[in-house]
């Protein structure tokens, strides 16, 4: 068992529970056949549980605009439920609490056999796991935990293990020095556990000595405007002293890439990681001006989490590696990999994943790098 304890919360960018206005819906025929997702479960199935008759999902993002979701999640989810017969119901919640809040009672009020959401704020999505609990809907989440209240799984990678990796290499190749983490939105657990990764491998470092950690941030909405500025204020009060920014996404470290040019600093001369191996975040890794990036491997995540969403619309048993437990009780945990790629690794993650960056365009400016797969 994992204890997943609530956050310490932070003003800026946490939407506030009491901010956003979860309506009673009113509950079609064919969702009233399901049993609540909140009840206790047995090996993954909801106790009492009735098979839903729709045959939809509704697979709600938190957004759909970065690589990932357009060549990982949403196609391999997709491909995975249409294959067992069930139509999916995409939607985007454009990192808009209230806008997910808003499409979660319309799929609950049209009727489907079960929710997989990836919260966009994880103590407003308690009410909409509460909201598919009455309505008799299978809730699980997805990515991110929703925290404080029951629901039937959770389905991703365990953000607090990216941390970790990120900093163990990090850490390997700088192991003194100023450090800053920059992190995204604080509504997420994929972010506020990342952090928490970050601080188990870098807190025994500053408490001996070694390392001193200058910035502890989270950027509203995973922008990037907002992490440059913070780069550039890092830099300014240490005067370039910086030996590595700790960020939890690649447009995030782009901005970092941006402060670090601006600044005249020697490219790669601080190392800067992100996540989700974006393209131009691939790019600036074979280049030498990023670290690395770290994988959650949305494909693995979509599949496992569009078998999981089959499993619970038929009351049958589903995987899971552990229990997790979200404060609200434990939380089947459908675990799935995540590690860094950094230089040494990109020939083989290109090789291996051509759906998400084309290796022509990764090394298009270092041809000679280019492997052979």
């Known amino acids: 068992m994992v204890s997943l304890k609530q956050p310490r919360m932070r003003a800026l960018g946490v939407v506030a529970m009491a901010t956003v206005a979860i309506a009673s819906v009113?509950?079609?025929?064919?969702?009233?056949?399901?049993a609540p997702a909140?009840?206790?479960?047995?090996?993954?199935?909801?106790?009492?549980?009735?098979?839903?008759?729709?045959?939809?999902?509704?697979?709600?993002?938190?957004?759909?605009?970065?690589?990932?979701y357009l060549n990982a999640d949403i196609p391999f989810f997709t491909e995975a439920a249409n294959a067992a017969g069930y139509e999916v119901l995409v939607q985007s919640g454009e990192n808009d609490?209230?806008?997910?809040?808003?499409?979660?009672?319309?799929?609950?009020?049209?009727?489907?056999?079960?929710?997989?959401?990836?919260?966009v704020d994880f103590n407003v999505a308690a009410g909409i796991a509460d909201m598919a609990a009455a309505a008799h809907i299978p809730l699980a989440s997805y990515d991110d935990m929703?925290?404080?209240?029951?629901?039937?799984?959770?389905?991703?990678?365990?953000?607090?293990?990216?941390?970790?990796?990120?900093?163990?290499?990090?850490v390997a190749a700088a192991p003194t020095g100023n450090y800053a983490l920059i992190g995204g939105d604080p509504g997420q657990t994929g972010s506020t556990q990342f952090q928490e990764g970050y601080h188990e491998i870098l807190d025994p470092l500053v408490a001996a000595g070694d390392i001193t950690i200058v910035t502890d941030?989270?950027?509203?909405?995973?922008?990037?405007?907002?992490?440059?500025?913070?780069?550039?204020?890092?830099?300014?009060?240490?005067?370039?002293?910086?030996a590595a920014f700790l960020s939890t996404y690649d447009g995030m470290s782009l901005g970092i890439l941006n402060a670090i040019e601006a600044a005249g600093i020697e490219p790669g001369k601080i190392?800067?990681?992100?996540?989700?191996?974006e393209l131009a975040a691939a790019q600036a890794i074979v280049e030498g001006?990023?670290?690395g990036s770290v994988w959650p491997a949305p494909d693995e995540m979509a599949k496992r989490g569009a078998a999981v969403a089959v499993?619970?619309?038929n009351c049958q048993p589903f995987e899971f590696s552990r229990t997790i437990d979200n404060g609200a009780g434990e939380i089947p945990f459908a675990e799935t990999p995540i590690y860094l790629v950094d230089k040494a690794a990109m020939a083989d993650f290109v090789c291996q994943n051509p759906w998400q960056n084309p290796i022509d365009d990764v090394y298009a400016n270092v041809p000679d790098d280019k492997p052979t797969c």
Do not use: Y
């Open 26 to 34: 009113a509950v079609p025929a064919a969702a009233q056949s399901q």
């Open 38 to 68: 909140a009840s206790a479960t047995l090996g993954g199935v909801p106790e009492g549980c009735v098979p839903g008759t729709t045959k939809k999902i509704a697979f709600m993002l938190k957004q759909q605009n970065a690589s990932r």
């Open 97 to 119: 609490a209230q806008k997910q809040v808003d499409q979660a009672e319309n799929v609950i009020t049209q009727g489907v056999d079960v929710i997989v959401i990836q919260p």
């Open 146 to 170: 929703i925290l404080g209240a029951p629901h039937a799984a959770f389905i991703g990678r365990d953000p607090k293990a990216g941390g970790r990796a990120a900093a163990t290499a990090v």
């Open 217 to 242: 941030f989270f950027t509203p909405g995973w922008k990037t405007e907002p992490a440059q500025a913070e780069a550039e204020n890092t830099l300014t009060k240490t005067n370039n002293d910086v």
């Open 271 to 277: 190392l800067v990681t992100g996540q989700d191996v």
């Open 289 to 291: 001006r990023q670290f």
């Open 311 to 313: 499993a619970l619309a």
